[in-house]
């Protein structure tokens, strides 16, 4: 039976419970799934879920196909980690999928990684999309906000990411530096695309009432030009800022602004060599906790 992608969308269908979670997940649109499935069906001569308006219960023979799917993806997950462990040493690409901030802060580990696997490539791609690592999309994936939850995931904190106010003292020179929070409503800033208020920006948009956004984008290296050119007051975090000349702190770090940084690898790449060693590399960079 030549039908592996419509097994595999009915594996996920069954898996996460909906449509929707099951395109999300492999990235195809909802039609796409309900036309593998309605395939499959058609092909197994029988019903593989009961559709309600929950969502999509397995029947007999959906169970029997979860059984199935399950066993097949732990075989391929076992094969996967065979072979990418035969090769003790370090070779090849590495990707790893970051946030554009993250990848600014910790840029000191990856140079690490690079300076210290000279057989190695590294990869970095700067993406707010989540990429499916078990897919192999990418090896690493970079990931703020709430922790991921996926079970075949294998997730370690990176240290969290604080964040202050700062203005360059070209702007301070044309503006002034304002004296308070309620002072704010009275300059201009450097933010994220409209819509995409997130972090820091939240919390400004919430303290000062249709704050006056003149540039907007979602490169942090464009909004970093931004200020430097004095366009408007933004937020770095405060491992950048403190190096900048030229950039001066408007308020300091708040716990409010504070983000959550998660290093995410799947479970069946996560002892390969490639991956412990950039992980050792954030470590040793100070970037995560040392083992206990």
């Known amino acids: 039976m030549d039908k592996w992608n419509e097994f595999r969308t009915a594996y996920h269908v069954a898996k996460y419970g909906t449509v929707s979670a099951a395109a999300e997940r492999l990235g195809v ?15 197994l001569g029988g019903k593989i879920f009961f559709r309600n308006a929950k969502g999509y219960s397995l029947t007999e023979i959906g169970e029997d ?12 997950n076992q094969f996967i980690g065979r072979a990418t462990s035969r090769n003790p040493g370090i070779s090849g690409g590495l990707v790893v999928s970051t946030v554009d901030v993250a990848a600014q802060v910790l840029a000191p580990g990856f140079h ?9 490539d590294l990869c970095c791609s700067v993406t707010a999309d989540l990429v499916r690592l078990e897919y192999g999309e ?6 703020a906000g709430d922790k991921p939850d996926d079970p075949d995931y294998v997730v370690i904190p990176i240290k969290p990411l604080d964040s202050a106010l700062y203005a360059s003292k070209a702007y301070v020179r044309t ?3 304002p004296e308070s929070v309620i002072a704010l409503a009275d300059h201009d800033f450097v933010g994220l695309t409209r819509g995409r208020s997130a ?3 939240a919390w400004l948009n919430r303290r000062v009432k249709n704050a006056r956004y003149r540039f907007e984008s979602d490169s942090f290296h464009c909004r970093l030009q931004a ?8 937020f770095l975090p405060v491992e950048l800022g403190q190096q900048l000349p030229g950039i001066v702190e408007v308020l300091p770090p708040n ?15 996560h002892r390969t060599a490639k991956v412990q060693s950039f992980i050792q590399s954030l470590r040793v960079s100070g970037f995560l906790a040392n083992r206990r």
């Open 29 to 43: 649109h909802r039609a796409t799934i309900i036309r593998h499935i309605d395939s499959l069906e058609k092909e």
């Open 255 to 269: 716990r409010a602004w504070r983000a959550k940084l998660w290093l995410v690898t799947h479970g069946a790449t």
């Open 65 to 76: 196909l979860l059984r199935v799917a399950e066993a097949t993806e732990d075989n391929f």
């Open 227 to 234: 200020l430097q050119a004095g366009v408007g007051l933004t």
């Open 199 to 201: 972090g820091p920006y």
């Open 175 to 177: 503006h002034g530096m």
């Open 138 to 143: 990418a090896h690493i994936a970079i990931r």
């Open 112 to 120: 690490h990684f690079v300076a210290n696997n000279p057989d190695s």
